[in-house]
């Protein structure tokens, strides 16, 4: 009978699999984005990175108020940007998905919600976890419709 | 009604439980912490990553309630909480032992018309637009903390019991709501036990108890919303009929006696805040920042109003329409009202799960920054634990998005089944409920992509 249930499920969790694990090519040409970007109290401009699999991103970094940093989450880049000086960085978009920059210089009050997104294309991450969201949804209901409860109703209707 | 597990039948929690100093000791731990922070936020350095206000208030406390004490403890902060210390024991003249006698206040009567917990809606909200500007700067926060507190022992001396825990902590408010789901309850170990004890000592209180400070009378209690696991009526108990179980998770949420309008807003709100904290703390958009932390005037007016609407009109809007399609494809009878209020309750689960995903986002991020406020509290440049100069160490920042979307695809199926037996009690077949359950779940998974597309579109 558990078994039975469980094995209902076994579809939603075959095509689970497969949106998690499916390796979809990546096959856009690299380009090179060349970027100037300016940090001031508490934005980065701009402020949405997006870019290809595989491209390389060149990035000046400037201050216009004080001194702030760039700590980009996932790849493990950090800078100090002091005002009037600016900075390159240079990497290649090697993972997708999204990733947020942040402020890693205390600049003031909002410092630690200066944050900006790089966004590597194609974002597969979301699309897998859209696709999750929908089959689990539909595996939950169809459990649901299947074998319905057997606690007893408890009507609060008249 | 399913598992339980008792966990008193341990003897020496029981004994623990019981103890009259148990309780207020660790009462006077978190106030050290408590004033602590109200000091740092006075005297200490105004920047926020720095300061032991901030960071302990808003990072560690945060995390510790949100990801640990309310799901799976349900209301135990409260257990232990500062805020009501001092007016409680004003009340009782004693911190530890019993005093003799009946507490003191003025005994005024809390108006019937605020007996509900919307007063903690608007003060939530309250607290919510001016956020930005209380997250970043210590001295107001340590202004929130104070006038809570204050208020708290103003209330006391108005007022029995704890009527500032009970009707007005803005805190308590979704504490409460969300202890509905946790895994942990206390309640009475057979209802009969409680009928046929007619002087109930829970209420009136012992030689060595007080009566139950948050008005509730355990013998029938079938929610944790307001009970504030003070532990008083196990002290209380001659009969022994009082216990802390284990239970599965949710339990509550089915239960239909006490489900009220003032409730499915918190539940509403608390969901729309966790959305609208996700873009305007986390998300890209300087200018929502700029507006929020009150770069004039206007655009923080213009903010509040925004944010004001969503809570209190477009996201409880659009469950309303969801509802009445609900009604209308399982063939319900009920009112829409009725009907929105109970599946108000579906998103209890999602709620919580949000907040913890949201507060994922910046606990790994920024924990750090607690061990190094811990040695230097005040920013003055102390080092007490030699741990001052740890540097901002982000945990995890590859591995956080995964985590958020298990914990949001968790949210999802748990919310989905309750509000399919929520639909059960509401109509005459299974198909009919699951039809019902359609439209709410459509909603739910709405929601968790807009989540989803916050941290990781
Ligand atoms: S209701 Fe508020 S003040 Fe009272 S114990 Fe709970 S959190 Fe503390
Ligand atoms: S029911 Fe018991 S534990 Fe809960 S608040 Fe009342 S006295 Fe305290
Ligand atoms: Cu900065």
Redesign the pocket.
């Known amino acids: 009978m558990k078994r039975d249930r469980l094995l209902s499920l076994a579809p939603f969790v075959g095509l689970a699999l497969v949106i998690l694990l499916i390796p979809l090519p990546l096959t856009v040409k690299p380009v090179t984005h060349v970027v100037t970007m300016t940090a001031d109290q508490f934005a980065f401009d701009p402020p949405v990175l997006r870019v290809n699999y595989g491209d390389r991103v060149r990035l000046t970094l400037q201050a216009t108020d004080v001194v702030h940093g760039f700590y980009l989450d996932g790849y493990g880049i950090e800078t100090r940007v002091e005002p009037g000086i600016s900075q390159q960085i240079e990497f290649v978009a090697d993972q997708i998905g999204k990733y947020r920059f942040r402020c890693s210089v205390s600049c003031g009050t909002l410092h630690p919600f200066m944050i900006g997104e790089l966004v590597v294309n194609p974002n597969l991450t979301f699309a897998r976890a859209v696709g999750l969201t929908a089959v689990i949804l539909a595996g939950t209901l169809f459990y649901l419709r299947r074998f319905p409860p057997r606690e007893p109703r408890e009507h609060t209707t008249a | 009604m399913g598992y339980r597990f008792e966990l008193t039948r341990s003897k020496w929690l029981k004994a623990l439980l019981k103890s009259r100093v148990f309780q207020p000791a660790l009462m006077l731990v978190t106030l050290f912490f408590f004033v602590v922070a109200i000091l740092a936020g006075f005297f200490g350095t105004p920047a926020g990553s720095h300061n032991f206000g901030i960071i302990f208030v808003w990072i560690v406390w945060w995390a510790l309630l949100i990801i640990v004490l309310v799901p799976f403890f349900g209301?135990m902060?409260?257990t232990i909480?500062p805020?009501?210390g001092p007016g409680e024991w004003l009340q009782r003249r004693g911190i530890i032992q019993r005093t003799p006698g009946r507490p003191r206040s003025l005994r005024w009567r809390w108006p019937r018309r605020l007996r509900n917990i919307w007063l903690q809606n608007f003060g939530f909200l309250a607290v919510a637009i001016f956020s930005t500007v209380i997250l970043t700067r210590p001295g107001v926060t340590a202004w929130l903390l104070l006038g809570?507190m204050l208020l708290?022992v103003t209330l006391s001396i108005f007022y029995e019991n704890?009527v500032?825990?009970?009707y007005v902590?803005p805190?308590?408010g979704f504490?409460g709501l969300y202890s509905l789901t946790s895994s942990t309850e206390l309640r009475v170990k057979d209802v009969q036990v409680c009928r046929e004890h007619t002087t109930k000592d829970c209420v009136i209180g012992t030689e060595h108890s007080y009566g139950c400070p948050w008005m509730v009378f355990p013998g029938n209690l079938e929610r944790n919303t307001y009970c504030?696991l003070c532990t008083e009526c196990l002290k209380a108990c001659p009969k022994d009929n009082v216990a802390l179980n284990l239970r599965p998770f949710g339990t509550d949420l089915l239960v239909a006696k006490g489900r009220s309008l003032d409730e499915a807003y918190k539940a509403l709100i608390m969901l729309a805040c966790a959305l609208l904290y996700s873009g305007v703390l986390l998300g890209p958009w300087g200018w929502v920042k700029d507006w929020a932390n009150m770069a004039t005037l206007p655009q923080w007016a213009a903010y509040a109003a925004g944010f004001l609407a969503i809570n209190l009109l477009v996201v409880p809007g659009l469950f309303w329409l969801t509802t009445a399609v609900a009604r209308r494809v399982g063939q319900i009878q009920l009112p829409v009202k009725r009907l929105f209020i109970d599946y108000a309750y579906s998103l209890v689960p999602m709620g919580l799960i949000g907040w913890i995903a949201f507060s994922f986002s910046f606990v790994f991020v920024n924990g750090s920054y607690a061990v190094s406020v811990l040695s230097d509290p005040f920013g003055w440049g102390w080092d007490l634990l030699g741990t001052r100069s740890v540097p901002w160490t982000p945990l995890l920042p590859g591995l956080v998005a995964a985590l958020q979307v298990a914990l949001l695809l968790v949210g999802l199926v748990f919310s989905s089944i309750i509000a399919y037996r929520i639909a059960r009690q509401h109509t005459r077949t299974d198909v009919q409920a699951w039809h019902s359950t359609l439209p709410v779940s459509a909603f739910l998974a709405g929601v968790t992509l807009v989540f989803m597309r916050l941290y990781l579109g």
Do not use: E, K, L, N
Request: aromatic residues 12%; contains cysteine.
């Open positions: 209301r902060w409260c909480c805020i009501p809570m708290g704890r500032f825990c009970r902590c805190v308590g504490i504030g």
